[in-house]
């Protein structure tokens, strides 16, 4: 099927403004022009993409079904001729990448320093995203690739998951909590205790992790409170807020108000790296050499 990018660009502002006003004025378009591609590409498809009642725009079905499979194409189009253009120039590759600041720890930093040292011209742009944000980021290409904490409950087509280290979970209460002079504790003793807990909506796979243990425990955590970041739901904790499950690496976060405890049948979690498979490139390539390189040493 042949159709242009001006006409992918009129389309997707046109579905994403729902207003062929807005659109044209978005793309800096007389709206004429604007309505003459849309009609073009309809005539090309062979099917309406929208309904045009007066004022009002809608998708058509075939619309919203065209605008989920051909969104990631421009912002495609727009990465390779931006890596064209700096290429001509001499200019370096650049990898957008991102993490999640709770698990910011040494590991991240020796793949980072690892990959630097072998490629020093290389733009590295890190991104502070929950797990979620950097999945929707990486499917619609936007972003190369993420630590994203663990394995995604779904997977999305195109995207390969790594698994690169793994991370104990430990039990996290206020300092002046019953449990806080243990060295070790079952989970089973946290039965009946305020959680407070890492949104499902920023990180569903560790959300889906937490209930699983705490119901093999025997017990389905009382959650009151939750929060996208790790960090703040550790704050929390210290605040007396209730007790959680966490990542060891948040154990020095707290300072003095809140004990990290182990747990006595040890958790872990794996740590996963996700790339784009629309995204390889040399310089990706090698980052993963890199990736391994750290994760086995």
């Given at each position: 099927m042949d159709y242009t990018l001006r006409e992918l660009e009129c389309f997707t502002a046109v579905a994403e403004e729902l207003s062929f006003t807005r659109a044209a004025r978005r793309l800096h378009l007389a709206q004429p022009p604007l309505s003459r591609h849309i009609r073009t590409l309809e005539e090309r498809l062979g099917a309406q993409l929208f309904d045009r009642q007066g004022r009002t725009v809608a998708m058509t079905p075939a619309g919203r079904l065209f605008y989920e499979e051909s969104r990631g194409i421009l912002a495609q189009l727009v990465r390779a001729g931006e890596l064209a253009r700096r290429s001509a120039m001499g200019e370096s590759e650049r990898l957008r990448i991102g993490f999640v600041s709770a698990v910011l720890g040494p590991e991240i930093a020796r793949v980072l320093r690892v990959f630097r040292e072998t490629h020093p011209t290389v733009q590295?742009?890190?991104?502070?995203?929950?797990?979620?944000?950097?999945?929707?980021?990486?499917?619609?290409?936007?972003?190369?690739?993420?630590?994203?904490?663990?394995?995604?409950?779904?997977?999305?087509?195109?995207?390969?998951?790594?698994?690169?280290?793994?991370?104990?979970?430990?039990?996290?209460?206020?300092?002046?909590?019953?449990?806080?002079?243990?060295?070790?504790?079952?989970?089973?003793?946290?039965?009946?205790?305020?959680?407070?807990?890492?949104?499902?909506?920023?990180?569903?796979?560790?959300?889906?992790?937490?209930?699983?243990?705490?119901?093999?425990?025997?017990?389905?955590?009382?959650?009151?409170?939750?929060?996208?970041?790790?960090?703040?739901?550790?704050?929390?904790?210290?605040?007396?807020?209730?007790?959680?499950?966490?990542?060891?690496?948040?154990?020095?976060?707290?300072?003095?108000?809140?004990?990290?405890?182990?747990?006595?049948?040890?958790?872990?979690?794996?740590?996963?790296?996700?790339?784009?498979?629309?995204?390889?490139?040399p310089a990706m390539d090698d980052f993963l050499a890199a990736l391994k390189k750290t994760s086995e040493a």
């Open positions: 590295l742009m890190l991104h502070d995203l929950p797990p979620a944000e950097q999945m929707r980021l990486i499917a619609e290409g936007r972003l190369d690739a993420g630590f994203v904490g663990l394995t995604p409950v779904e997977r999305p087509a195109g995207i390969r998951f790594i698994r690169w280290r793994r991370e104990r979970v430990l039990a996290y209460v206020p300092s002046g909590h019953r449990l806080a002079r243990q060295p070790k504790i079952d989970l089973a003793e946290l039965m009946g205790e305020r959680f407070v807990a890492v949104s499902s909506e920023a990180a569903p796979a560790f959300a889906v992790f937490i209930q699983d243990i705490c119901r093999k425990a025997g017990f389905r955590p009382r959650v009151v409170l939750e929060s996208a970041r790790a960090q703040a739901v550790a704050v929390m904790v210290a605040a007396g807020s209730g007790v959680a499950l966490l990542p060891e690496s948040l154990a020095d976060f707290t300072g003095g108000s809140a004990v990290a405890i182990p747990v006595k049948k040890p958790v872990d979690i794996e740590h996963v790296f996700a790339v784009s498979s629309a995204r390889l490139s």
